[in-house]
T-cell receptor, first 116, second 113 residues
Framework: EAGVAQSPRYKIIEKRQSVAFWCNPI?????LYWYQQILGQGPKLLIQ????????DSQLPKDRFSAERLKGVDSTLKIQPAKLEDSAVYLC??????????????FGEGSRLTVL | AQSVTQLGSHVSVSEGALVLLRCNYS??????LFWYVQYPNQGLQLLLK??????LVKGINGFEAEFKKSETSFHLTKPSAHMSDAAEYFC???????????FGKGTMLLVSP
């Protein structure tokens, strides 16, 4: 079974530029998450989708971050304009409906963003 | 709301020694508790989880953890460390249902020969 795919793995941009990350979850997984992991910290949830609807985006900085999950499969996370403090690893995770209530998430390898 | 505190950002052990990584949680509802491991440049991988039932749970690679409600703890242990155990370990809590996972800050386990 293929795992969660993310791209790009690495991205370097200058502040005020924009960037987009893509995630393809495990086939059949209805729930998709984007987490931000700053160096030295644990992952912090940015947004949670259930199919193509948003369940929780309370910690998403909506003035600069946006995310969508068209057709309930792939998802894109965008940052515009980027700030220095956005330097982090952006992790995508997915869970099937029957496991969502036990919190067993399957993570991708992450996209590492460096903002100069 | 849930929160997790992991004691010690770094833990160093010798190969063959006991591994003990500490985790305390706070939850307003009965918690679901997890340990994830992250190897360098990789995503997080589930080690073990507690949902309901037996309070001592066993995971992959010889790790186990015990849920102690009275102490609000879920410490991770392994009797004998191996070099391949060197990684970062995250404790996480969920309220169940479709509630999200809240992670601790992580503990880096260093294993020396």
């Amino acid at each position: 079974e293929a795992g969660v795919a993310q791209s790009p793995r690495y991205k370097i941009i200058e502040k005020r530029q924009s960037v987009a990350f893509w995630c393809n979850p495990i086939s059949g997984h209805a729930t998709l998450y984007w987490y931000q992991q700053i160096l030295g910290q644990g992952p912090k949830l940015l947004i949670q989708f259930q199919n193509n609807g948003v369940v929780d985006d309370s910690q998403l900085p909506k003035d600069r971050f946006s995310a969508e999950r068209l057709k309930g499969v792939d998802s894109t996370l965008k940052i515009q304009p980027a700030k220095l403090e956005d330097s982090a690893v952006y992790l995508c995770a997915s869970a099937s409906g029957q496991f969502a209530n036990t919190g067993e998430l399957f993570f991708g390898e992450g996209s590492r963003l460096t903002v100069l | 709301a849930q929160s997790v505190t992991q004691l010690g950002s770094h833990v160093s052990v010798s190969e063959g020694a006991l591994v003990l990584l500490r985790c305390n949680y706070s939850s307003s509802v009965p918690p679901y508790l997890f340990w994830y491991v992250q190897y360098p440049n990789q995503g997080l991988q589930l080690l073990l989880k507690y949902t309901t039932g037996a309070t001592l749970v066993k995971g992959i690679n010889g790790f186990e953890a015990e849920f102690k409600k009275s102490e609000t703890s879920f410490h991770l242990t392994k009797p004998s460390a191996h070099m391949s155990d060197a990684a970062e370990y995250f404790c996480a809590v969920s309220g169940g249902g479709y509630s999200t996972l809240t992670f601790g800050k992580g503990t880096m386990l260093l294993v020396s020969p």
